[in-house]
């Protein structure tokens, strides 16, 4: 499995629900999503883990706008989603993954 961006728009808001998730294939015991959203603060936005293994999480984006994130897991690994909507170099030599609202 692979990680996954879902999206749902909504109408009554200018708001995209996105929900991240972090494939069951990393071995993860915490996981954190990372990004422009909450200034790249690594203990912001902790994921949860799912029943079925994965660590997930929906965060309500201003629609419109583009995301820069990553996921840091078990505190040192750093991991892009590899459904993402596009990515940009980052400063570390790396890339960061975005997502589109």
Same mark, same amino acid.
């Given at each position: 499995m692979t990680t996954m961006l879902k999206k749902q728009v909504l109408k009554s808001k200018p708001i995209t629900k996105v929900t991240f998730t972090l494939p069951d294939s =990393? !071995? &993860?015991?915490? &996981?954190? +999503? *990372? #990004?422009?959203?909450? $200034?790249?603060? %690594?203990?912001?936005?902790?994921? @949860? !883990?799912? @029943?079925? #293994?994965?660590?997930? =999480?929906? +965060? %309500?984006? %201003? !629609?419109g706008r583009e995301f820069q994130f990553r996921y840091l897991v078990n505190g040192t690994e750093w991991? $892009?989603?590899?459904?993402?909507?596009?990515? *940009?170099?980052?400063?570390?030599s790396g890339d960061n993954s975005v997502v589109t609202t």
């Open positions: =990393i !071995k &993860a015991e915490n &996981a954190y +999503l *990372v #990004g422009d959203f909450n $200034n790249w603060d %690594e203990k912001a936005t902790p994921m @949860k !883990k799912q @029943k079925v #293994g994965t660590f997930a =999480i929906t +965060l %309500e984006l %201003e !629609k991991h $892009n989603d590899w459904h993402a909507d596009r990515y *940009v170099p980052n400063p570390f």
